[in-house]
């Protein structure tokens, strides 16, 4: 069945330091999402990648969908403590009903 | 504020019983999911309705249900509790149901300890 892996699980930086996730999927993906949730939050919506090969930016943050659109990374360049939380990818494949969420990636950034 | 209100925030409830998370979709979204978020873990999809009527399915147990009534707002049934049905229970709502730039509209969630 489908499956979004994301790794890593945890990911401790100092301040300043870059930050990168990555997700992996079994199957093609037709788009996929980020989403970022602080601790004792609720997932916020970060981004969509729709199209092969797309790079998107957002400030610090530049996410990527592969050529073969099953892989996708955020990276942030330069972390500050406001990016402590838990960034999650989100894949859509098929069925469009569904979301299925990586298992999320801890970031932690000293400062 | 997401627009997405979820109630009660915390519940606490004893093994074997039946209790009911309801949510409340940003005004005009007509699609709701339910995620379960065990401790420290990723988010699991439960279910899916868009205007009433269920959508999608996920890893959903036999002893939970869900609806979505006219008014649009949901609730997620979860009986014959047991210790492991202890998590933080997402409601997300969207405007559209299939396909497109669909983003997903968390509310704050439901705490349940089961003990």
């Known amino acids: 069945g489908q499956q979004v892996m994301q790794i890593p699980q945890y990911q401790h930086v100092q301040e300043g330091e870059d930050f990168t996730t990555y997700c992996n999927s079994s199957t093609t993906l037709s788009n996929i999402q980020w989403y970022k949730q602080r601790p004792g939050g609720h997932p916020v919506f970060l981004i969509q990648l729709v199209k092969s090969g797309e790079v998107k930016k957002q400030k610090r943050l530049t996410f990527q969908f592969g050529e073969a659109k099953k892989n996708s990374s955020l990276h942030i360049t330069a972390t500050q403590t406001t990016d402590v939380g838990t960034y999650f990818c989100a894949g859509r494949s098929g069925n469009f009903n569904k979301f299925y969420f990586g298992s999320g990636t801890k970031l932690n950034v000293k400062p | 504020d997401s627009g997405v209100t979820q109630t009660p925030k915390h519940l606490i409830t004893a093994t074997g019983q039946r209790v009911t998370l309801r949510c409340s979709p940003r005004?005009?979204?007509?699609?709701v999911y339910w995620y379960q978020q065990s401790l420290d873990q990723g988010l699991q999809f439960l279910i899916q309705y868009y205007n009433g009527e269920e959508r999608a399915k996920g890893n959903i147990l036999e002893r939970f249900s869900a609806q979505q009534f006219p008014d649009l707002h949901s609730e997620l049934n979860l009986s014959s509790l047991e210790l492991g049905d202890s998590a933080l229970y997402f409601c997300?709502?969207?405007?559209?149901?299939?396909?497109?730039?669909?983003?997903?509209?968390f509310g704050s969630g439901t705490q349940l300890s089961v003990l």
């Open positions: 005004s005009g979204d007509l699609s």
């Open positions: 997300a709502s969207s405007v559209a149901g299939t396909g497109g730039e669909e983003k997903l509209f």
